[in-house]
């Protein structure tokens, strides 16, 4: 059993894909029959308490528990300040974390009250997060230009990750221009978020002069959690949803999607971004064939 | 209000993505700054309620809501035969769709009681589900060859599909060797598979002798999904977890990771498949660059 208080960790934190316990050598066989071994990127339950609350049971790398915890309270709206919170108990073998608060959470109350009254509270709890996500302000941010785009891409893409010595991993990163601050990789790119929206939180570091890098889709809850982290820019090299691009417009997010080498493509927020790729080397094609080979996101 | 009876459709299924209201128009930017317009999948809440009690609001597609509510409820193990089903509601502009049935299941009996005790059940849902997984048996199935994998990848990536048509989508694809029987998209590959899950149960459609085909990654909760819906050979262009190996492992399920074009890898279950590659082109290299072009899954 790990007790807080949490040690500060250094910037950047990056990917440590040897670090024993994330991957697994497995055996199999390739399309001829011949024997093959590979990694295997570890997959495990960790279930969330607040204080005597179950909140969730998620899958996750298991890797930055703490993180996880803090940063999924915090994008839920059930956590708002690192002060709140008096210990961080984590029992590994169990896969078991609890946050406890020096006070009863608002958000205890209430799902206790609605809880009783008519079931799980999750419809609550998503209004919550609407609430704040509708009154959240963005700052004006630092303008980044195609080129620094391009060079974070290369960093995050070049750089020792369980993704280039396992695949099958989703990556997230906040960054300072083209500098990666924090890189986490998990299962989930729900997860990997929340473990920066955690250290975020531990390490009181302000989101307004960076942005955030996910390997994933930008749907709606990739933008609510941006938002809800204060950080005004939202890249990544996969592709848009609808609801993501009406939300980013709505609460004035800049949203890069498709960014790949140097090309990408802005669907909202652009005055955040300095346009500086001649037009031929920006055209994004958008053909089946492209995107086929480029993967689904 | 729209009301069961619900249609039997026949099959194949196949996506049909010039149906208005799957993909918006956006306007935004390439990286020079010049206007663009692209395609953006649409992505809806859906709030799932089994008579009078709220499961669950699925962020999705849109499409065949009752098949994903049927799905969801039967992949949870909240539903275990079309005959329970009295009638499914679905309420399109609210978002909202009810599924109710003519008594009152074991779930809603057991989870208020879990309720009134202590909070969500969200473990008890878990753990009913694990005890089904563990006492799931999988029929033998019908082999199936590395030529019809490669036959049947094929015939995915070259359907008409907002995959094509839009990106930033995951498919899933109920398959008899290399035919397409199923094959539904979604925001989420949960939701996809859940949709082909609902509709298996409407329609009556036996797993046995069938395969899934899914472009998303082989978690735990796909192959858990899978082991429930009956079917005993999962596969996926993108990787593997180590949970959902041990899973496939645990339950007899015939596993197959990074299916593309004529390579793949088994973890599990290799005694379904028809070896007939030659070595020389079956080798995975599993090579950083070719991670790198084939795109995160």
């Keep these: 059993m790990k007790k807080t208080p949490l040690p500060i ?3 950047p934190i990056l990917p440590q894909p040897d670090l024993p316990g994330l991957t697994a050598a497995m055996q199999g066989r390739d399309a001829s029959g011949q024997p093959v071994a590979l990694p295997v990127v570890t997959e495990k339950p960790l279930t969330i308490f607040l204080n ?3 909140i969730i049971t998620a899958m996750s790398l298991g890797d930055y528990p703490e993180s996880l915890a803090l940063g999924f309270l915090a994008n839920q709206n059930i956590l708002t300040d690192a002060s709140q919170v008096a210990a961080v108990d984590v029992d590994a073998e169990l896969g078991v974390i609890v946050v406890r608060t020096h006070q009863e959470t608002d958000f205890e109350a209430r799902t206790a009250r609605k809880i009783r009254t008519s079931g799980c509270a999750q419809g609550t709890v998503f209004a919550d997060i609407m609430d704040r996500f509708e009154t959240a302000s963005l700052p004006g941010g630092v303008p980044v230009s195609g080129a620094e785009l391009t060079r974070l891409s290369k ?3 070049t750089a020792p990750s369980l993704y280039l010595s396992a695949g099958a991993i ?4 906040l960054a300072n221009k083209d500098k990666p601050l924090i890189y986490m990789e998990d299962i989930g790119r729900h997860n990997a978020v929340d473990k920066i929206a955690g250290l975020m939180l531990m390490q009181q570091i302000d989101g307004a002069d960076k942005l955030l890098y996910t390997t994933g889709r930008l749907t709606s809850e990739m933008v609510i959690k941006t938002v809800l982290m204060g950080i005004p820019i ?3 090299r996969s592709g848009f949803t609808e609801a993501g691009v009406e939300l980013a417009r709505q609460s004035g ?3 890069v999607g498709r960014a790949r080498g140097s090309r990408f ?4 927020g652009e005055q955040r971004i300095r346009f500086d790729a001649p037009p031929d080397a920006a055209a994004d094609t958008g053909s089946s064939a492209q995107r086929r080979l480029s993967g689904r996101g």
């Design 9 to 11: 960790l250094p910037l």
């Design 52 to 54: 005597s609350q179950e």
């Design 155 to 157: 960093a995050v893409h």
């Design 170 to 173: 989703h990556g997230c990163v």
């Design 234 to 236: 939202l890249v990544s």
């Design 253 to 255: 997010l800049t949203l």
């Design 265 to 268: 493509i802005v669907l909202a």
